[in-house]
């Protein structure tokens, strides 16, 4: 398996505080993904990495900051955590701009009260 | 942007053969074809890619039709931990010279005892 985790693996937090997850690889991939997974929506790329301090959204990025000042950390952060940001968060990384082989860490599970 | 039709879910017996059927009717001429699966609370798990020409690896076998409509996943002597949603992709572009995998809600292929 490709050398990727993720912490914490699960959270529990209040509607308003800040959250911030942590994707840590050893594989030295440059690009690294912020996907979240909801019943009924699959999963949906929220934020990417394309180098160390490049970043751009995905398609649901409204309410998360990301970053990454180094190639083996990628940072997601909830500035002020809703209940709709409750969810499974999976970090990915992939050695290819093609995205096509995209390997996946184990998840974090955020439930926000 | 190329989208995919797949049953919602598929039995199969273990030991058998489980063919998962996919539909990509838009794809482009020089669109890859992807499949993933995810276990239960795990996070998903790259499979194989192809253009046109039929591939294999450790893992499965894929199929994809002359006209690239359509491609089939192959599990050629599926076990009980084949149990999974299995997805087939196909490469979006985004944002310039990006590119992301959608995914949709996949099969929940079931292998039965």
């Known amino acids: 398996d490709a050398g990727i985790t993720q912490s914490p693996r699960h959270k529990v937090t209040e509607t308003g505080t800040p959250v911030t997850l942590r994707c840590h690889q050893t594989e030295n991939h440059r690009y690294m993904y912020w996907y979240r997974q909801d019943p009924g929506h699959g999963l949906r790329l929220i934020h990417y990495?394309?180098?160390?301090?490049?970043?751009d959204k995905g398609e649901v990025s409204d309410g998360y900051s990301v970053s990454r000042s180094k190639t083996e950390d990628f940072l997601l952060t909830l500035e002020s955590a809703t209940s709709s940001q409750t969810s499974v968060y999976f970090c990915a990384i992939s050695d290819m701009a093609t995205a096509s082989e995209q390997y996946f860490g184990p998840g974090t599970r955020l439930t926000v009260t | 942007d190329a989208k995919t039709t797949q049953p919602p879910s598929m039995d199969c017996a273990e030991g058998r053969a489980a063919n998962l059927p996919c539909n990509h009717s838009t794809i482009s001429g020089n669109e890859y074809v992807y499949w993933y699966r995810q276990i239960h609370s795990q996070g998903p798990q790259y499979i194989i890619h192809g253009l046109k020409n039929n591939e294999t690896n450790e893992m499965a076998s894929l199929i994809i039709t002359e006209d690239r409509k359509s491609s089939t996943l192959i599990l050629p002597h599926a076990t009980l931990r084949d149990t999974a949603v299995y997805y087939c992709i196909v490469r979006v572009r985004f944002g310039g010279s990006n590119y992301k995998l959608t995914f949709g809600k996949g099969t929940l292929l079931t292998v039965n005892p």
């Open positions: 990495s394309y180098g160390v301090k490049d970043t």
